[in-house]
């Protein structure tokens, strides 16, 4: 399942990227928020977690003004890989290298078209394994 949230920064962004799954006839969650009212980043990245925890093959996509708010609220969770990506490489090896579980985007700095290559980058990447696995072992016992 895909999880999506965002704050107010992030709202508009969000809602595009919902329609695309929409259009799509792809099932998401959104966690909120539901409206451009101000809102603190925090909660949503928490709710988002809580649901990309649910089930091992859940992504979540977060999204706010920078991307870094929830990229800091979003990895606070030990089981959560979340990736700041501004492109499409980016997306691809954080799937690749890092088994990222949540896609960053800034909704400020990102136009719809690039976001959705984005999203298609990193919903179609597999993790790489091998070397890469003992990394992510690593990060999953620095807690």
């Known amino acids: 399942m895909i999880i999506l949230a965002s704050d107010h920064a992030g709202f508009q962004l969000k809602e595009q990227i919902k329609e ?13 928020t539901y409206s ?3 809102v603190d980043y925090p909660d949503f990245a928490k709710a988002g977690n809580e649901r990309v925890l649910e089930s ?7 999204i706010c003004g920078t991307g870094i708010g929830m990229s800091i609220a979003a990895n606070r ?11 499409s490489t980016f997306a691809s090896l954080a799937r690749k290298h890092n088994d990222a579980n949540v896609l960053i985007l800034p909704g ?10 984005i999203v298609k980058t990193f919903l179609t990447t ?3 394994k091998g070397r ?10 620095m807690v």
């Open 108 to 117: 400020r700095y990102m136009n719809r078209i690039k976001a959705i290559n």
């Open 77 to 87: 969770n030990p089981k959560i890989r979340a990736a700041l990506c501004m492109n």
């Open 20 to 32: 695309f799954f929409n259009n799509e006839n792809i099932t998401t969650i959104d966690v909120g």
């Open 36 to 38: 451009k009212d101000k």
């Open 132 to 141: 890469h696995a003992i990394r992510v072992r690593k990060l999953n016992n």
């Open 56 to 62: 091992p093959q859940n992504i979540g996509i977060y």
């Open 126 to 128: 597999d993790f790489e």
